[in-house]
């Protein structure tokens, strides 16, 4: 019998062991009620103990990932923030406080008016009102004045939903990106200084190139391309008289840009000291007295030394009488058009001004008798090296396709060779990028 049932008996009842037969099947009756009690509160007991500590863990958990969400959220160099629908402040992080003076418990649950000026309110609520109304994310920049130092910032500010979809907070990260602005404008100062200074120094080299006029005057008809792949460039050609000829020259000097362009300067320098050293009209000597000159300006004559620069060039002499071109080329051909035929010059083997080149290299002439209606055409390798971004193998643009356009071309006036010549150059180059400054020369002697 259960312990409770029996003690009840004996204070009501006075019964101490033997129940009478009367009263028996209503007391077992009880008995069994009592022990189904039991297992049901045993049951309880372990099923609230069971549930306590699983609350119990979950809390602990629910405290570290709080924690840890603490711990990072204070060590991002970003300024953090998070508000409700109110505009009520629910979280900010360490450098939130650092920047803008203020503490999580300080504005917990108070809005912007609560903490800041009404005019810095007003400005920061802009954004709230904009993500509160669009719930959609947005992003861009921001000054912040800190004790008189100007903070600039990049924010993204994002809405936050719940299972229902429905938007019940809006947060904020900024970035200071104050350093990067700063340092984005110094360089653009710096780069506009040097954009001045190269633009500056296109001018010269430009002021250096025979004029439109210069050459109408020295052909019948003519045409210049010259290119630079950048703003200033390595090929340079000149016109000038020597002796009571015409002497024009093309060449392709190392590199491009700045460097290719200090070459032509360089180039431009020994030419002119060249000419005075030479009788006119002999052109291979011109050529050597150049590569003397430029190696020895830039110290390339001798084994030691890192530099390797120099040029490619061809050079035409047209004598005082127009019957007769010399030419010497130093890896650089003249290309003959007549009678839709091209016949090409070749020139020496090597460049000049370059170390490991005998200073008594000596450069090959052929002297060609003019007639009429013969065109002349020499090209620097940005033309022929070129790739052609629509061929499967992208192969250089070369001297064999020169050679064919020109033929197809002789007839026609020179500008109209010129645009042609340039528009099937770009055709061929397509989406591929300019790989090198591209000069070609074409003139009609008589």
């Not at 002999?282 to 150049?290: G, H, N, R």
Request: charged share 25%; hydrophobic share 40%.
């Amino acid at each position: 019998m259960h312990r409770l049932l029996r003690r009840q008996l004996r204070k009501h009842l006075g019964i101490m062991d033997e129940i009478p037969a009367p009263m028996r099947k209503f007391v077992d009756a009880v008995d069994a009620a009592y022990v189904d009690f039991d297992s049901e509160q045993e049951l309880l007991d372990r099923s609230f103990s069971l549930a306590t500590k699983e609350l119990s863990e979950a809390t602990n958990a629910l405290r570290e990932s709080e924690a840890v969400f603490r711990a990072v959220m204070d060590h991002m160099t970003a300024v953090v923030f998070l508000r409700d629908m109110e505009g009520r402040f629910k979280l900010v992080n360490r450098k939130y406080e650092e920047i803008y003076h203020v503490s999580l418990e300080s504005v917990r649950g108070k809005t912007l008016h609560d903490v800041y000026p009404t005019e810095l309110a007003d400005l920061y609520s802009v954004d709230d009102r904009e993500i509160i109304v669009g719930q959609k994310t947005i992003t861009g920049e921001m000054v912040v004045e800190d004790a008189g130092e100007t903070r600039t910032f990049s924010k993204s500010m994002f809405p936050v939903f719940n299972h229902d979809g429905q938007m019940i907070a809006y947060g904020g990260v900024k970035f200071d990106i104050t350093e990067r602005k700063e340092a984005e404008e110094r360089l653009a100062d710096a780069f506009d200084v040097i954009s001045s200074s190269i633009n500056y120094a296109s001018r010269i080299q430009r002021a250096i190139l025979p004029t439109d006029e210069m050459f109408s005057s020295a052909f019948s008809d003519n045409f210049v391309i010259w290119e630079p792949r950048d703003v200033v460039g390595g090929d340079v050609y000149w016109l000038n008289s020597w002796g009571d000829g015409d002497l024009v020259i093309l060449g392709d000097c190392t590199g491009h840009g700045v460097p290719g362009a200090f070459m032509t300067l360089i180039a431009t320098s020994a030419l002119n000291a060249a000419k005075k050293l030479v009788p006119a009209g002999d052109v291979a000597e011109l050529i050597s007295q150049m590569h003397q000159g430029i190696q020895t300006m830039l110290g390339q004559d001798g084994s030691q030394g890192n530099s390797d620069d120099g040029l490619d060039l061809g050079a035409c002499y047209i004598n005082p009488d127009r019957t007769q071109l010399s030419y010497s080329g130093a890896r650089f051909s003249l290309f003959i058009a007549e009678a839709e035929e091209v016949q090409q010059i070749k020139g020496g083997k090597v460049g000049i001004g370059y170390r490991g080149i005998s200073k008594t290299e000596i450069f090959p002439t052929e002297l060609i008798e003019l007639r009429a209606g013969v065109n002349y055409y020499m090209t620097s390798d940005g033309l022929l090296d070129q790739i052609g971004g629509n061929t499967r193998r992208h192969r250089g643009f070369g001297k064999r396709r020169f050679i064919e356009l020109v033929r197809t071309i002789q007839d026609r006036p020179f500008d109209e060779q010129r645009t042609q010549i340039l528009e099937t150059l770009r055709n061929y180059q397509g989406n591929e990028p300019r790989r090198d400054d591209v000069a070609v020369l074409g003139f009609k002697i008589i």
